[in-house]
């Protein structure tokens, strides 16, 4: 058996998934309750805005061209459509403008995997609003540690972890949301094992949709795995950490297969979810932070800046360089473009990268002038870390400087609620009337005594 691989007689997985079906209802009475909550908002802010999208609309008027029964509410429009379109439509959106959460060290961005999933079997079965959250909270923690345990180097490689580990967490927390026992779950997940996937191609020049699409159809996977195996369809039940599984064909080197139950149940992954503050890769957040500490320390014209250099790990210069992006995508993947931004305009304000943002000279301008280099301290943190240290250079040899290890929306340095509230008050603007807005903030806080998600789905498919 290859290096690397589990070889005791208990798969880890296995192991996990067990601990996860037994977590007491309790759980959601105080920090892990709260956090479910919180994630479930955010993504959903994500998702009404990444609906409006090109990308969006695409894949929405796709599928309500298919005749459906479905129960599961379509973000931003008001008809529903079959759970698995649903998720496939809505994990696309939430993962549609850079804005979605993370699970730092894990490289995953869970919540627009997870959720809709989730959310989309709970309306199709009438589960309850505490069904949902332990849901979420388990999808959460699956992709976390596959994240973990699939190690560093199969991301450097091109494979994108969100594609790779999100059809397994999706359909954990589908499974959980349905009440399917063990060996169900894990013969959906052996179904889902061979989805997973999703190439790095996006970061350069023309980066394309697709990207967007690997959360969406990471949580179609995970619906649809589900809704299979309930029909009597089988998958392999060590998929993951087994011979030919996941982490042997797919993890580097560096895979760790026992980060799948390293410490469970000690603590967990939602409660240590980095909700994003600027729309654009986590490993960029650090340097866009940086430029909006300097603005708010020395005031300056974009005009006034000779020279940006920006000192970070090696993995951020060598895949987060492109100098010219020219679209949407890869202008959110580049660290020259994100700093123009950062000092031209408002760092966390989705419309620097939209169609006229990319034509805005004062931002190439500066983007043009910024410098990337490796720095020892910075990439020693990484990937536990998406450290960066930027110094500007104005005219009239001054100069400003500003490290980063931890940017705002971190574990570290986390968003409160209210926070959370008004990043998802801002992005459902374009989508929903205020009166709809505050409807679904209600139900959402509602939902742990909640018998179904009926209130909830009313709001989301209320008409825009």
């Not at 190690?151 to 091109?158: D, L, S």
Request: hydrophobic share 40%; net charge negative; aromatic share 4%.
């Amino acid at each position: 058996m290859s290096k690397g691989v589990n070889q005791s007689s208990v798969s880890g997985m296995r192991v996990m998934v067990e601990h996860l079906l037994q977590l007491p209802a309790r759980v959601l009475e105080g920090r892990l309750g709260e956090c479910a909550t919180l994630a479930l908002l955010d993504t959903m802010g994500c998702g009404l805005y990444g609906s409006q999208q090109p990308w969006g609309k695409i894949l929405s008027d796709q599928i309500r061209e298919e005749a459906s029964q479905g129960k599961a509410s379509l973000w931003g429009a008001a008809c529903c459509v079959a759970p698995s379109r649903a998720a496939l439509a809505n994990g696309t959106a939430s993962h549609g403008f850079e804005l979605d959460d993370i699970i730092q060290g894990a490289l995953v961005h869970p919540g627009a995997c997870v959720i809709p999933a989730a959310l989309a079997v709970a309306e199709q079965s009438g589960a309850s609003g505490e069904r949902l959250l332990r849901g979420i909270i388990a999808g959460y923690e699956v992709m976390s540690r596959v994240g973990w345990a699939l190690g560093a180097e199969h991301n450097t490689r091109g494979y994108h972890t969100t594609g790779v580990a999100g059809p397994i967490a999706a359909t954990v927390a589908a499974g959980l949301v349905l009440q399917m026992d063990v060996e169900s779950i894990l013969s959906a997940i052996g179904v889902a094992c061979s989805s997973a996937g999703g190439i790095k191609a996006f970061t350069q020049g023309t980066g394309g949709m697709v990207k967007r699409m690997h959360a969406g159809r990471a949580a179609e996977t995970g619906v649809l795995s589900c809704q299979l195996v309930q029909r009597g369809f089988t998958g392999p039940l060590s998929a993951v950490d087994g011979h030919f599984g996941l982490l042997e064909v797919i993890g580097g080197a560096d895979r760790n297969p026992s980060a799948l139950t390293a410490d469970l149940g000690r603590d967990y992954a939602i409660e240590k979810v980095w909700v994003k503050a600027y729309p654009c890769c986590g490993l960029i957040h650090s340097v866009s932070h940086a430029i909006e500490s300097i603005k708010k320390q020395t005031a300056f014209a974009p005009e006034d800046i000779e020279k940006i250099i920006v000192s970070t790990s090696q993995r951020a210069v060598e895949h987060n360089g492109e100098p010219n992006p020219q679209e949407a995508m890869s202008a959110q993947y580049s660290i020259p473009y994100c700093a123009g931004v950062a000092a031209v305009k408002n760092p966390r304000d989705p419309a620097g990268f939209d169609a006229e943002g990319l034509k805005d000279p004062r931002v190439r301008r500066v983007a043009a002038l910024t410098q990337l280099q490796i720095d020892e301290k910075m990439d020693a943190l990484y990937p536990a870390h998406f450290a960066a240290r930027v110094e500007i250079q104005f005219t009239q040899a001054r100069q400003m400087q500003c490290t980063v290890i931890d940017p705002h929306g971190t574990a570290a340095d986390a968003c409160d609620r209210a926070e959370i509230e008004a990043k998802f008050r801002l992005l459902a603007k374009p989508v929903q009337s205020a009166p709809r807005i505050e409807q679904m903030l209600l139900a959402v806080s509602q939902l742990q005594g909640c018998p179904n998600t009926a209130d909830l789905s009313a709001a989301l498919q209320a008409s825009t």
